[in-house]
């Protein structure tokens, strides 16, 4: 066999960047770093997501690690797998004849030489590239492969990195710190390309932020958005977005045809997927914010993907990157990024079979619902808070089918009210109230299911702090309820017994719970029980019967000790703190105050959270003013979260009041405002860390502080200060705003009793906690 020989000198072939590379400083520092320690990696990941430009960028970095050269091999437009090997060898400047020849040449050539082969867009022709690249790692130690593939190659010693969409701004992020997110820094990028002039601006940052998020942060998407400017005006752009595929159908001549427009990438990989991987990924798009296997099963007809490989089916779309997996708590659970799930959307729709799909998630999450709802008085909350936080998208769209759907009202009716709980605990009180009233519109439904919706609406709306929108469910109920069963009649009997409490009229409110409490006693319902319970130990607390409010309390404390109940707990143990704090026991009340608010947490329960800290605030006024204000800002964040005004139940409101005069009069009204807005500015979960603390610090005259004083957070922003980084700096580093950072910083001298920065390093120094 003849040799190849070179045409060319060896030093590389990395095309020139024509647009600017964004980002992705993790992802670069992790393919640098697998590469020293595999052979083989192969960045996997959707098309559109950016696995070329990574790849390129990174290789670039790498040039001086491989003397013989980096060389790049399109091959996204080769279809004729025999000719992989002479496209590589060609690609080196080596002439070769025929595929044999040329894959021995191609080892020959790289026997002894250090170089990096990228090998761009595998995913059409697997089979040809695992045996080239098997051959050639094999017969040339020093060579090392970057592939990009939809789907791993295959071979043994393959390392696979999922490359994921660009971050975009959660939920609820400052705006400086929405600048820093990947996603907006190439959507502004590419927009200045197209419209000279172009910024981010206060004015257009919430449309700029939505139309990322919308886009899931896929590079491609952004790119075809932006230029997209060129002839619409931003908030036009975010308003066309409801069809992603077809508004982003232009892009660079230049590219490939399947790689032009978002939908050609999606098709592509469509043609690469069997017939029933086609058809799962139909059914599969009915899920809103993702799935685990459970759902997928009872959702999935038998004859579009049988039941025995249903799991196998998955497992390859999830090695072809069109779906993604993730563990949360220990489960495993399944996603698509949405422009690709609206694309199987589409084909379910064509399948005629759309209907039958949606019907069967309906069902299923209807069952989930109801399930959750019989099992809530349990040892189980937790776990469902976060099953039920984990699927509100697809409750939402099993709702949204029963509305759109003639004759589903009721069932609809059932979830919306089996989610009373998770409604308090996603802080969504208004969507929970507002599905209600919807699905009440939509058609009739039975006087008991009326009845079960309108006290659930009503209470969500009193939780909320609306207790005037409260009073005619109540009444409407009340009505409907008279020829129902004793239990029925109670349930609104017990609300109506919250709206009385919530607006003060006490004896009213104990009439009312005591009258349902002997009514659910009787019929053994021991959640109810329980609510009316806290309903009367408010109530007796709120007129001084402090004697009947512990009662209650205890009575309370046995029944979720009997069933593992946090959820309730939580409000006993609040009221009890109260109780305790007013009758002078300060430090006993605020423990109880601390306890409640831990639980709170553990259980998400918005609401509970604001009224909690508002409590442990007045309670701490004395004690520590500062720390107290900043609980009161960040109690305000909670209550912002749960959407409405900030209204507190009449029987509180003097308390709030009071401890708010006494904390201005030891501050000063400057003082105060300043530590209300760091409370605020603080990131909720930091907030919650700086109201704990109490627990280990006992705040009161300054003093030096053990380690363990500073929470987490704080302990990472000492160490920085450490090392001499400005708040800016600490804020860059740790991904938080520079106001955080500062807020940070100055809880942790008031900790120490310090003044300067300087004494932060030295106590760090000598706790042996420096770095």
Not at 519 to 525: I, M, Q
Request: aromatic share 4%; hydrophobic share 40%.
């Amino acid at each position: 066999m003849a040799a190849p020989t070179s045409s060319r000198r060896l030093s590389g072939n990395l095309p020139a960047e024509v647009t600017t590379f964004v980002g992705r400083r993790a992802e670069r520092a992790d393919v640098k770093r697998a590469l020293t320690d595999s052979r083989l990696l192969t960045l996997t990941g959707f098309g559109g997501v950016g696995k070329t430009r990574l790849a390129l960028r990174a290789a670039e970095e790498l040039c001086r690690a491989f003397p013989e050269g980096v060389w790049f091999v399109e091959l996204a437009t080769l279809d004729d797998a025999a000719l992989v090997p002479e496209v590589v060898a060609g690609t080196l400047g080596l002439s070769t004849h025929g595929r044999d020849s040329a894959l021995q040449g191609l080892a020959d050539h790289l026997r002894n030489r250090t170089a990096l082969l990228v090998l761009d867009n595998c995913e059409h022709l697997l089979d040809a590239c695992a045996l080239l690249v098997d051959t050639v790692l094999r017969a040339c130690p020093h060579v090392r492969v970057l592939a990009t593939s939809r789907e791993p190659i295959g071979i043994r010693g393959e390392t696979v990195l999922p490359i994921a969409p660009l971050a975009v701004p959660s939920t609820g992020t400052s705006a400086e710190h929405a600048d820093t997110h990947d996603a907006i820094r190439l959507f502004a990028d590419r927009a200045r390309a197209a419209c000279p002039g172009f910024a981010v601006t206060e004015e257009n940052r919430a449309a700029v932020v939505s139309i990322c998020r919308q886009l899931d942060g896929i590079p491609l998407a952004l790119e075809l958005a932006a230029v997209r400017l060129r002839g619409l005006a931003i908030e036009d752009l975010l308003a066309g977005l409801s069809d992603h595929l077809r508004l982003l159908s232009t892009g660079s001549r230049n590219s490939p045809e399947r790689q032009r427009t978002l939908r050609g990438c999606i098709e592509w990989s469509y043609e690469l997927c069997t017939p029933e991987e086609r058809r799962l990924w139909a059914v599969a798009s009915v899920f809103q914010g993702g799935f685990d296997t459970d759902a997928l099963g009872a959702v999935c007809p038998d004859d579009q993907v049988p039941p025995e490989r249903l799991l196998e089916t998955l497992l390859s779309l999830v090695e072809k990157s069109v779906v993604t997996s993730e563990d949360h708590h220990g489960r495993t659970r399944y996603r698509m990024i949405e422009v690709i799930r609206r694309f199987g959307e589409d084909q379910l729709r064509e399948s005629g079979l759309q209907d039958l799909v949606q019907r069967r998630h309906r069902d299923h999450y209807a069952a989930f619902a109801a399930e959750a709802a019989g099992s809530w008085f349990s040892s189980r909350q937790r776990e469902l808070v976060q099953r039920r936080g984990l699927e509100h998208p697809n409750l939402r769209r099993a709702l949204e089918f029963c509305l759109a759907t003639p004759g589903e009202a009721e069932p609809g009716l059932d979830i919306a009210t089996d989610l009373r709980e998770h409604w308090i605990a996603q802080r969504a009180l208004a969507e929970g109230a507002r599905w209600i009233e919807r699905l009440l519109s939509a058609g009739p439904v039975s006087a008991g299911r009326h009845v079960r919706a309108l006290a659930t609406a009503a209470a969500l709306a009193i939780v909320g702090g609306n207790p005037s929108q409260a009073k005619p469910l109540i009444a409407m109920g009340t009505r409907l309820a008279r020829d129902q069963d004793e239990r029925t009649r109670a349930l609104m009997t017990h609300v109506l017994g919250m709206y009385h409490l919530f607006v003060g009229e006490l004896p009213q409110a104990i009439a009312g719970g005591e009258q349902a409490l002997e009514v659910f006693r009787a019929a053994g319902d021991h959640q109810h029980e329980i609510m009316s319970l806290i309903i009367l130990q408010m109530s007796y607390g709120a007129t001084g019967d402090t004697e009947r409010a512990l009662a209650a309390y205890d009575e309370t404390l046995r029944l979720c000790g009997e069933t593992g109940d946090v959820w309730f707990r939580s409000y006993a143990l609040w009221t009890a703190g109260t109780l305790h704090w007013q009758q002078g026991q300060t430090a006993r009340g605020i423990e109880l105050l601390l306890e409640s608010l831990a639980l709170k947490r553990a259980t998400g329960d918005g609401h509970g959270l604001a009224v909690c800290l508002e409590m442990l605030a007045c309670a701490t006024a004395e004690r520590a003013p500062r720390q107290a204000a900043e609980m009161l800002g960040v109690a305000d964040t909670f209550r912002a979260e749960m959407g409405g005004p900030i209204v507190r139940a009449s029987w509180v409101e003097p308390t709030h009041d009071d401890a708010v005069a006494r904390l201005r009069a030891a501050l000063g009204d400057e003082a105060f405002e300043r530590a209300v807005e760091r409370g605020r500015a603080l990131d909720p979960e930091e907030g919650l860390d700086l109201a704990l603390a109490w627990k280990k610090d006992r705040p009161g005259p300054r003093r030096a502080a053990a380690p363990g004083t500073l929470t987490r957070r704080e302990q990472e922003v000492a160490e920085l200060v450490t090392h001499g980084l400005t708040n800016k700096e600490i804020a860059s580093k740790l991904v938080i705003s520079q106001r955080t950072a500062e807020t940070h910083v100055e809880h942790i001298l008031t900790k120490l009793g310090f003044t300067s920065r300087a004494q932060i390093a030295s106590w760090l120094a000598g706790q042996g906690t420096g770095t």
